[in-house]
């Protein structure tokens, strides 16, 4: 049973809590991870967190990849997604859980976490990623044995042994983290027939980023 706290006003509406994602009214986008990935019918699934992020140049080439961490990622700032995302400050992200069939579609304009929120989870990275994130030159082209060689040579000026699993690197600069500000969020739930459900909830003009308040609509299939 679900229970959640709304303030409402004519068709707007603004969730303040749930505890199920059972229902299309009582689905915050806010909080649409904590539920989900909780419910034991997500346990097939290799990567729940995983999500394709799209993203477009100023001059509306788009692109798109598969990445994690909700509407927070990880990345190089050198990399060819957030090149896109100076570019062009908008992203949609995509979550698909086939075993559930659903899915979540999110809109919405980024920002770069503090230079702190970065840190904090690149130390909470397994040495080896910390490693990679420094070797990499991501996007760009490399030889065939290039990264090793860089990787080798990160070790040697890090004292990192061959074999080792625990270290402290320090956060690269062009290194860190972009947040996805939704305007739009769809919630989608597969039917019999192809007559999905589909809600969207669509970001009031003026509200806060803090405590949102969201309009929400249903969709044809």
């Not at 860089?150 to 947040?179: Q, T, Y």
């Not at 509200?207 to 969709?219: H, Y």
Request: hydrophobic share 30%; proline share 7%; charged share 30%.
């Amino acid at each position: 049973m679900s229970t959640v706290e709304v303030a409402e006003t004519d068709d707007t509406i603004q969730v303040r809590s749930h505890v199920q994602y059972d229902t299309p009214t009582h689905i915050s986008p806010d909080n649409l991870h904590s539920s989900p990935l909780e419910q034991p019918a997500m346990q097939p699934s290799v990567e729940p967190d995983a999500m394709s992020l799209s993203t477009a140049t100023a001059s509306g080439i788009p692109s798109s990849r598969m990445t994690k961490r909700g509407f927070v990622f990880y990345t190089n700032y050198t990399s060819r997604k957030s090149h896109e995302l100076d570019e062009n400050p908008n992203a949609a992200l995509l979550f698909f859980w086939k075993e559930m069939s659903r899915q979540v579609r999110v809109v919405g304009r980024v920002e770069r976490v503090s230079k702190e929120e970065s840190e904090e989870y690149f130390q909470s990275r397994p040495l080896g990623s910390q490693l990679g994130a420094l070797a990499s030159k991501q996007s760009t082209v490399i030889g065939e044995n290039d990264l090793q060689e860089r990787l080798d040579k990160l070790k040697r000026l890090h004292g990192v042994s061959e074999g080792a699993r625990e270290g402290k690197i320090p956060l690269p600069d062009f290194w860190g983290g972009w947040r996805v500000i939704p305007s739009e969020v769809e919630f989608w739930l597969g039917k019999p027939s192809r007559l999905h459900d589909r809600v969207r909830y669509l970001r009031v003009e003026g509200s806060c980023d803090e405590e949102p308040k969201w309009k929400i609509e249903r969709l044809s299939p």
